[in-house]
């Protein structure tokens, strides 16, 4: 089945419904939101508790939209949305077919900061939870496991700077992603993850 935005093609996944644009945006666009977003985004160092133990996060983030969320024992209280997040807010919306009233925004500084394994399944997000990933600046590896089946092998995506990795149906039951740090040298990377919060 074709996506009815022809940027998008499906990475074939059992048990999964995972759509990637490599060049959603142009360069130039890309180029401009990245600076744009590094320099408008209130990013925040933020800890986390993991074992018990508070835990500095390997990145900068910031959460804007209209319902706060909770991960990791981190309750995010949303910013106001800025002109330019609503911006690609639509873009994304129109392209994808869905709504989505929440963002959560990463800045990745180099190789070491990275995102371990994980599943975008807190209850707020629903059963089958459509998440659209945006990304700008460096390329980084994307990296998508099975959660049940170990004989599936690990399937990694180079996400490219003006790239969209649109997950929907069963992924996050089904799978786990992360973004594997690397001792390459690499330059910076910001993600937006629209995501639609529910309550």
């Known amino acids: ?107 990745y500084q180099d190789g070491q900061s990275g995102m371990g394994w994980h599943s975008d399944d807190e209850p707020e997000l629903g059963a089958e939870p459509t998440i659209a990933s945006v990304s700008f600046g460096a390329p980084r590896r994307f990296g998508f496991r099975h959660k049940q089946n170990r004989a599936i092998k690990n399937l990694y995506l180079t996400v490219a700077p003006g790239s969209v990795v649109l997950m929907q149906g069963p992924t996050q039951h089904n799978w786990q992603h992360a973004i594997p740090k690397t001792a390459k040298p690499t330059g910076k990377r910001i993600n937006l993850t629209f995501r639609s919060i529910s309550g």
Not at 38 to 44: K, P
């Open 1 to 107: 089945m074709a996506h009815p935005d022809n940027r998008f093609h499906k990475i074939p996944m059992p048990d999964a419904d995972v759509w990637y644009a490599p060049a959603f945006f142009t360069p130039e666009q890309s180029e401009l939101y990245y600076n744009q977003l590094l320099e408008q985004v209130n990013w925040q160092q933020e800890h986390i508790k993991l074992f018990g133990k508070a835990v500095v996060l390997p990145r900068l983030t910031a959460w804007y939209g209209d319902k706060s969320y909770t991960y990791s024992g981190l309750k995010n209280q949303p910013q106001p949305w800025l002109p330019l997040l609503l911006n690609l807010k639509t873009q994304v919306e129109l392209a994808t077919n869905h709504t989505y009233n929440s963002v959560l925004l990463n800045l």
